[in-house]
């Protein structure tokens, strides 16, 4: 893999400035995307009673919200590519709240896959694509914290959106919650209005556009079709397949994804079947999401470190594997006590793995190929998504006892882990190798795309280093 720049234009991410605000910005749009599958199912038993569903037809709303999220990410990431950020997301948002309005006049659960699951879902992946494609453009030597405080997104409005989901349900039924939800999910229009787009001085065109416009002036229409045709192709990378750090990343990913969702979703039951209060239950998943709040940016503080940034891929494989050991060692657990010491840890560990998560790929693929590859990444993740806690939940019918689910999950997870690490020292082996192993510096491995920009950025912030002009990066 060879280093890809920084941008196309050449010039450096401004790693603070307005950039703070598309983080805010970030933040309430991933916030609502990872939080509003979870939040909803607060709706799922008076949904179940009002409309005569089953537990298991209730259950897929989410998952198909999931999955359509995840799978309208080559979708979304073209969108971005050829519009920018900030249009994308408003659109989002306002897809999302339309699907909520529509959504509460439904009278079958059918109505309610197709509203909820499906438009709903496009309309999150169409919010979480954009912020985390526009993050890698503005930050380059403090990304890891941006994208630890866009992250922190999901527990926040976890924390909020469930007993505010409570308390509407209590007031209003769940045809009036999702009326007021979608009003208050337009919200994201107004995170994408702080997405301003970022360019360079040198042209305020984008290259390839610029180059679409001067094929079309000269009249070359074959020329134009071969450009518009290699645009398209862009939607689904396949070249990625090709990149062994891409693959290994995959491969990881997908076991994390397939083990992660499982026990949260039923861990309230969990608790339940063990003599515990629902009320009580309940405040597992708010200590879970409170402790996960801080452990996000917190992690990106982390991550940005002059230690722990040339190796954030082993970080992550800590993360997953301490995330999974806790799924191991929680059927062992059997009062009250120590299920919120459970919750405390797996907050900790679903924490650092989501705060490392994209940021790992960024640092793999570069800032220029990021917005492709989390597409195909997403579309990907969603099969798992879609497929764990079903097949999780499966093993609680079978053999009529959570801790088959939380082996599961957690057996998964740790395998991901440590296949991470393994694969990715021999990675750092073969890359050494095929570049001719040229001595580094700082006596340190690197792996990811961006490095040797990366690497100069961290050298003049922590005064390693001075830069050789002393001048800042030129913007408009």
């Known amino acids: ?104 006049f439904g009278n079958s659960i059918i109505y309610l896959y197709l509203f909820i699951g499906v438009i709903a879902g496009c309309g999150l992946a169409f919010n979480l694509n954009a912020s985390l494609t526009i993050i890698s453009k503005y930050f380059l030597a403090k990304r ?19 007993p505010f989901n409570q308390y509407l349900l209590d007031k209003f039924g769940w045809r009036g919650s999702l009326l007021i939800l979608g009003a208050l999910m337009l919200n994201c229009c107004v995170a994408g209005a702080l997405m301003r787009p970022i360019a360079s001085c040198k042209s305020s065109i984008p290259a390839p556009q610029k180059h679409l416009e001067e094929k079309t002036n000269n009249g070359d229409v074959k020329q134009l079709k071969q450009s518009v045709g290699s645009r398209v192709k862009k939607i689904l990378d396949w070249s990625f397949f090709k990149d062994r750090g891409f693959l290994i990343y995959l491969v990881g990913n997908i076991m994390f994804i397939f083990g992660a969702y499982a026990p949260i979703v039923f861990l309230s039951a ?6 515990v209060d629902e009320y009580s239950a309940a405040y597992l998943l708010s200590i879970m999401g409170f402790v996960d709040m801080f452990v996000r940016p917190g992690t990106g503080l982390i991550a940005n470190s002059k230690w722990i940034r040339p190796r954030v891929q082993y970080f992550f494989s800590f993360a997953m594997v301490f995330n999974g050991t806790c799924h191991l060692l929680c059927p062992l657990i059997q009062n009250y006590t120590f299920l919120v010491v459970y919750a405390v840890f797996f907050g900790v560990g679903f924490g650092m793995v989501f705060a490392l998560i994209f940021e790992c790929l960024m640092d793999l693929m570069g800032n220029q190929r990021f917005p492709s590859a989390v597409g195909l990444v997403t579309i990907i993740e969603c099969v798992p998504m879609l497929l ?75 005064g390693t280093k001075e830069s050789k002009d002393g001048s800042e990066p030129t913007m408009c």
């Open 388 to 462: 764990g806690p079903p097949i999780a939940g499966s093993l609680v019918d079978k053999f009529g006892d959570y801790k088959y689910l939380f082996f599961l999950c957690g057996a998964v997870i740790v395998t991901g882990g440590i296949f991470l690490f393994i694969m990715n020292i021999y990675n750092y082996h073969m890359l050494e190798k095929e570049r001719g192993t040229q001595p580094n510096p700082n006596n340190i491995q690197v792996v990811g795309q961006d490095q040797a920009e990366m690497l100069n950025t961290l050298n003049r912030s922590f």
């Open 270 to 275: 969990y608790a339940v079947s063990h003599g």
């Open 144 to 162: 890891p914290l941006a994208n630890g405080l866009a992250m922190a997104g999901s527990p926040v409005f976890l924390c909020f959106l469930a």
């Open 1 to 104: 893999m060879s280093p890809a720049p920084t941008n196309e234009q050449g010039f450096k991410p401004p790693d603070g400035g307005w950039g703070w605000m598309v983080v805010i910005g970030a933040h309430i749009s991933i916030g609502f995307a990872y939080a509003t599958p979870k939040a909803l199912s607060i709706f799922f038993k008076d949904i179940q009673s009002d409309l005569e569903a089953s537990s298991s037809d209730i259950a897929w709303i989410s998952s198909i919200m999931l999955a359509a999220m995840y799978a309208g990410g080559p979708v979304s990431s073209a969108l971005v590519n050829r519009y920018g950020s900030r249009p994308i997301v408003i659109l989002g948002g306002l897809m999302c709240a339309a699907s909520m309005v529509a959504a509460s």
